[in-house]
């Protein structure tokens, strides 16, 4: 027997720059809000409360998380204004300052009060009618109250207080002791406001939630939610968060996923969105990088937080969203991943891996699933560049007062003599050959059906050392003076010769020359298009 579907409570309606994306809310579903900062999600929100006036409960985040009195202010009176006056407290400026101040937490405590009193008033009018046979008096006794059922929310949520009736008042009560709820901490009272909210709200209510996390912490927030979206089946939920975790941990639910927004006249007039509408199907590993990128994402080697690669192909790429990884295998299990679940998304994943020697078919089997071997030995290839130093080589001669020409050929030459002293070429020579050498290796290990087939108890594998043909070809790169050319092929950062650039063009250090580059290649779009030509077909799919 198929599941009655939910009612739809309100459509969502996006406008964006094609035809506006319509999606129902329903009852027992949520909705999450996803993307990073600055695509426009909270302005989304604002958008879906002005069309939603008078239909749900919303929740800015910019809400204050304190209250201005110990005891509560708010009358019937003044709750009735506040809500008259609800769409002006809601208008665009709510998603950045806070208009209605604390009013709307006083209207959760105020509405809490009163769900809790007329359930108990409903409670002793039906006992009254019916005397000592009522089921009203197991209704008391089942810890089914609006207040009981905040305090098991808020126990869910690993919160120790509970809120109790006291001289005629709401407090909190934590280890025997009583207090005003408004001295509570700052998370306790966020999730109070919250619980309140939900659990007062009628039937049918759909409540819109920006950044829940705010005030709290995540342990607190997804048991939070998820505890409030389980006690109301009957109300739909669309929440708008930067805690990804939320949508794992609440199943059955959509993501409307943020990509950007455009701006027009100081507001926002359309937003660039996907809708996700199975969010299971995406590998969990994978989760953070399809929510928080942009439309394409380009995986790389290195994590280290030092590293060149992050800062440098994220200027190169600035629509594309830069993940760095451990290893290569990473890269490949990312973008095979990604590709793997296209029909739920549309992100596009490439993956960019070291060069290993590998052969023509090698990398054009690789490119065929979009990861492209790196056609120079490291990103200190593209940093180091001819193109990258000639761009810096300018300013720093306006500022010295030289020419250009002379720091490069000062450049040019600290690094060409740093590769004379003992031992160098040889290192750089010998490490480019052990890499050719194992991948060489790797590739003549036999397949399990040629050790079936092989019947000798030994395996010989013979081919002749790289070493003496690259240090040859390295001894006359250093005899040319083709600096770009090692640059591009040998693991130079191994050796003095970034110094001896750096040096050269009259830096303090690479660190200061680096930095420099990473700020020409921002404001060069020639330096840009020079060092994306170096990519190849990368470059291309990324554009």
């Known amino acids: 027997m198929e599941r009655e579907e939910s009612p739809v409570l309100v459509e969502m309606q996006i406008p964006t720059q094609q035809e506006p994306i319509r999606l129902g809310v329903k009852a027992g579903r949520s909705i999450f809000i996803l993307g990073r900062n600055g695509t426009g999600k909270s302005a989304l929100v604002n958008n879906l409360a002005a069309q939603w006036t008078g239909k749900c409960v919303y929740m800015p985040g910019s809400r204050p998380s304190y209250f201005d009195h110990e005891s509560l202010s708010m009358t019937p009176a003044t709750r009735r204004d506040f809500v008259t006056n609800i769409s002006y407290y809601d208008s665009p400026d709510s998603r950045w300052k806070s208009l209605a101040g604390t009013t709307r937490n006083e209207k959760a405590i105020h509405d809490l009060q009163a769900a809790e009193t007329q359930y108990k008033l409903d409670a002793a009018n039906q006992i009254k009618a019916e005397g000592s046979g009522s089921s009203a008096i197991a209704r008391l006794q089942s810890d089914g109250s609006p207040l009981d059922i905040v305090n098991s929310v808020l126990s869910q ?216 071997p790196l056609p120079i030995f490291s990103v200190e290839s593209l940093i180091y560049s001819s193109e990258a130093q000639s761009a810096v080589s300018l300013l720093q001669a306006e500022t010295l007062g030289v020419t250009p020409q002379q720091l490069l050929d000062d450049a040019n030459r600290g690094a060409i003599d740093s590769l004379k002293s003992a031992g160098k070429k040889e290192h750089l020579a010998s490490r480019l050959a052990e890499r050719h050498m194992r991948d060489r290796m790797l590739s003549m290990i036999p397949t399990r059906q040629q050790l079936i087939d092989y019947d000798a108890d030994s395996i010989d594998v013979t081919f002749i050392s790289p070493y003496p043909m690259e240090l040859e070809h390295l001894t006359a790169l250093i005899e040319t003076k083709n600096l770009e050319a090692i640059v591009s092929r040998y693991p130079v950062r191994e050796s003095g010769v970034l110094n001896g650039i750096a040096k050269g063009l009259r830096f303090n250090s690479r660190d200061d020359y680096e930095r420099a580059v990473l700020r020409r290649i921002h404001t060069d779009s020639n330096l840009r298009n020079a060092l994306k030509m170096k990519l190849s077909n990368l470059a291309a799919q990324l554009e």
């Open 157 to 372: 949520a690993n919160l120790s207080v509970q809120l109790e009736i006291a001289g005629g008042e709401l407090r909190a009560s934590q280890a025997g002791s009583l207090y005003s709820y408004a001295r509570m901490s700052d998370g306790e009272r966020s999730a109070l406001i919250f619980s309140a909210e939900v659990v007062a709200a009628p039937s049918g209510t759909v409540f819109l939630i920006d950044e829940p996390e705010l005030h709290l912490h995540p342990s607190i927030v997804i048991a939070l939610i998820k505890a409030l979206i389980l006690t109301r089946p009957d109300c739909g939920f669309v929440v708008c968060t930067h805690e990804l975790e939320l949508p794992i941990a609440i199943q059955g639910g959509e993501i409307v996923l943020v990509r950007g927004s455009v701006w027009q006249g100081g507001n926002i007039s359309s937003w660039d969105v996907d809708v996700i509408h199975d969010p299971e199907q995406i590998p969990e590993w994978l989760w953070v990088d399809v929510i928080g990128a942009r439309r394409k994402i380009l995986f790389i080697e290195g994590n280290d937080r030092t590293s060149l690669d992050q800062p440098l192909y994220s200027l190169l790429f600035p629509a594309v969203s830069v993940r760095p990884l451990e290893s290569c295998k990473d890269v490949i299990r990312a973008v095979e991943g990604l590709r793997a679940v296209e029909g739920i998304h549309r992100t596009r994943a490439f993956g960019l891996i070291d060069h290993d020697g590998m052969s023509a078919e090698q990398m054009r089997k690789f490119e065929d699933g979009g990861i492209y």
